[in-house]
Every structure is written in structure tokens, then in C-alpha cells.
């Protein structure tokens, strides 16, 4: 595979469940990128790798848990979600270099029962 | 905050026509990029724009960057059918990782 690919493409889950996003990118890439896009905001970034390690929680509820165990695999772990955390989640990926680009995956479409 | 503003947000017109999106942003930023995004579809890389007065063309898409207004334009010349799509403009500051900023986005609709 090539690029950023994520599974699940498609979740549905109840409140009280738990379940966990998969992203991985094969591009050789530092950083890595979890993103909230809803019907009704902007794309929001929520978590920020940089080396494995994390520079940014923009503030993300605590019932979204990232993880990334090296700098080709994400994960964002779910438990307890609202609503209104049905969105879709997009995983990016990019480089160091300066006029590099953030490369996204296809995203997996959430919707919160 | 930095905050990233796009108009118009909604755009219909007809394949031959020229258009322009505008990007607006509140502070300082150091680059600015391009995305496209088809319906049910991730974004796609268009344009990162680095140095005041920068200009790329692809196609019968050109970007721009006046740092000092703030403001980046995408500039859609004859229009085709196949550039429907939604058009978002984002920017960060080069501090490590990218840490992006979207605007709302601009539905670009092009009808034969």
C-alpha cells in the first residue's frame, strides 16, 4: 500500500462502547495528524506527533486517546463518545522538508448511536 | 487565535467561466496551502504557497500570496465540470510539525 490508509472506513458505535481508529503512512514521514471534520466546522486538528511524540492536544475531550507507537502508525482510541463526536476523522501525514505537504488518508466516518 | 476565513463558501457557475476564491487569514503565518476535497473523499494537496507575491499554476488553477494583505487567491480559469469539488485553504507557522488551520471551505459547483 502506498500513502496514508486508515481502517476503519466505516464505524458505528454505541455510547458505551470502545473502539479505536487505525492510520499508518508509508511516505517515510515524521508527523503525523489526527483531524475532526463535521458538517458544521471548519476541519479541526485535535492531536500532533512529531517523532512519535506528542506537540499538540488542541483541547480534545479526554474520550479521544491517541497513540502512536512509531512514526509510521497512529492509532486514536474512542470510549464513551457523544453524539456529536459523528464526524468524519482524517489522519495526515508529512515531512520535514518546508514547502511539504500534509498528505491525508480517506478517513473513517464515525457515527455515535 | 489565527483564524482562516474563505469566500465565498458557496460557488455555482458555468464550464468556460473564470472565478476566483479568497482566503483570508487573521495573523502572521508562514505558509499557506490548497486543498481540494471530492464529495465522500479525503483532501488533496493543490498548492503551498511560502514567499509574499508566490504564484503556482496547475491546470486552469493559479494561487497567489499577498503576506501583507493576508490574503491568498485561487484563480479558476475555463472551467471544467471535473473541478467541482470543495476547495479549503489552510496555514501554519513552521514550528516543527504543521500545525494547520483550516478555513470553512468554498463548494465549488460547475455546471455544463
Known amino acids: 500500500e502506498t500513502g496514508v490508509t486508515q481502517t476503519p472506513r466505516h464505524l458505528v458505535m454505541g455510547m458505551t462502547n470502545k473502539k479505536s481508529l487505525k492510520c499508518e503512512q508509508h511516505l517515510g514521514h515524521n508527523a503525523m495528524y489526527w483531524y475532526k471534520q463535521s458538517a458544521k466546522k471548519p476541519l479541526e486538528l485535535m492531536f500532533v506527533?512529531?517523532?512519535?511524540?506528542?506537540?499538540e492536544n488542541n483541547s480534545v475531550p479526554s474520550r479521544f486517546s491517541p497513540e502512536c507507537p512509531n512514526s509510521s502508525h497512529l492509532f486514536l482510541h474512542l470510549h464513551t463518545l457523544q453524539p456529536e463526536d459523528s464526524a468524519l476523522y482524517l489522519c495526515?501525514?508529512?515531512?520535514?522538508?518546508?514547502?511539504?505537504?500534509?498528505?491525508f488518508g480517506p478517513g473513517t466516518r464515525l457515527t455515535v448511536l | 487565535e489565527l483564524k482562516v476565513e474563505q469566500n465565498p463558501l458557496f460557488l455555482s457557475m458555468q464550464e468556460g467561466k473564470n472565478y476566483t476564491i479568497y482566503c483570508n487569514y487573521s495573523t502572521t503565518s508562514d505558509r499557506l496551502y490548497w486543498y481540494r476535497q471530492d464529495p465522500g473523499k479525503s483532501l488533496e494537496s493543490l498548492f503551498v504557497l511560502l514567499s509574499n507575491g508566490a504564484v503556482k499554476q496547475e491546470g486552469r488553477l493559479m494561487a497567489s500570496l499577498d503576506t501583507k494583505a493576508r490574503l491568498s487567491t485561487l484563480h479558476i480559469t475555463a472551467a471544467v465540470h471535473d473541478l467541482s469539488a470543495t476547495y479549503f485553504c489552510a496555514v501554519d507557522r513552521i514550528q516543527g510539525a504543521q500545525k494547520l488551520v483550516f478555513g470553512q471551505g468554498t463548494r465549488l459547483t460547475i455546471n455544463p
Open positions: 506527533y512529531n517523532f512519535k511524540e506528542q506537540t
Open positions: 495526515a501525514s508529512s515531512g520535514r522538508g518546508l514547502t511539504d505537504t500534509q498528505y
